[in-house]
């Protein structure tokens, strides 16, 4: 039986931002087919109405998922990857939610809807404040850098900001079913992500049963750019133990540095 994984991208990305991880996951992995499609309302998939929800962007990608993949989704793919866990089971094995927002405080929804307003107003400017808290202090080539701005400039203003409500609210539609996740789950996150924090992750584990949670020290939001070889470590290991049908260990907290995957 084919090993796929299906590797969905955050928002305002698309699949290119796995393009460092894919190669290390079919090298960690023969045999594996490694899939990362575009988000709907992202590159080349189809659009997006300007109203849809989590479960509607959940349904569209469910419809291209074949029964039994590892999902490994990012930011807003994380919750489309929970979403699917929740309620198509059939369809996923594993579950990795890397960079995942998970029950927003008042403060951390507060934040986020102050940048989809700036988004609104202005997409130009929130692109840029997305560049700033995504690399500011990493070493990540200048290069990758211009390739994600590429990415963003790229963006259906409306489709961008269509997928982002989702983003802004989507946590909180699915967090009440968090408990049903039943497969072998991992959520991993920089200790320096300013959006997407450790308290979310340490919360995500905590709601999923049986999670593993990492953080990895000196790492910002974007793990596949600037932490590609921990960041498949981690996935890999995931799938490998859920194949053998050996669950994973859980520590409640793990940082990169302890982890031997």
Do not use: K
């Amino acid at each position: 039986m084919t090993t796929t994984l299906v590797l969905l991208h955050g928002v305002g990305l698309d699949h290119t931002v796995w393009d460092d991880v894919r190669p290390l996951l079919e090298q960690a992995l023969p045999g594996a087919e490694v899939l990362a499609p575009d988000l709907p309302g992202h590159g080349a998939a189809d659009r997006v109405d300007d109203d849809v929800t989590l479960a509607a962007l959940a349904e569209a990608v469910g419809a291209h998922v074949p029964p039994g993949a590892h999902l490994v989704g990012f930011s807003l793919g994380a919750l489309v990857a929970q979403h699917l866990a929740v309620h198509r089971p059939d369809l996923v094995a594993s579950l990795t939610s890397v960079s995942s927002v998970c029950r927003r405080t008042p403060a951390e929804r507060e934040a986020v809807l102050a940048r989809l307003e700036v988004a609104t107003s202005d997409v130009d400017a929130a692109a840029r404040a997305s560049i700033h808290r995504w690399y500011d202090g990493t070493d990540v080539a200048p290069e990758a850098v211009e390739r994600t701005r590429a990415v963003l400039a790229a963006n259906d203003p409306a489709q961008f900001l269509a997928c982002y409500r989702v983003f802004a609210a989507g946590d909180a539609e699915v967090a009440g079913d968090l408990h049903r996740i039943g497969v072998p789950s991992l959520v991993v996150t920089g200790g320096d992500d300013p959006g997407s924090t450790p308290d979310m992750t340490r919360r995500l584990a905590e709601a999923v049963p049986g999670c593993r949670a990492v953080v990895v020290p000196g790492v910002r939001h974007l793990l596949a750019v600037q932490a590609p070889q921990t960041l498949a470590t981690l996935v890999a290991d995931l799938v490998t133990r859920t194949r053998s049908h050996e669950s994973p260990q859980r520590p409640d907290t793990t940082t990169a540095g302890a982890v031997h995957a």
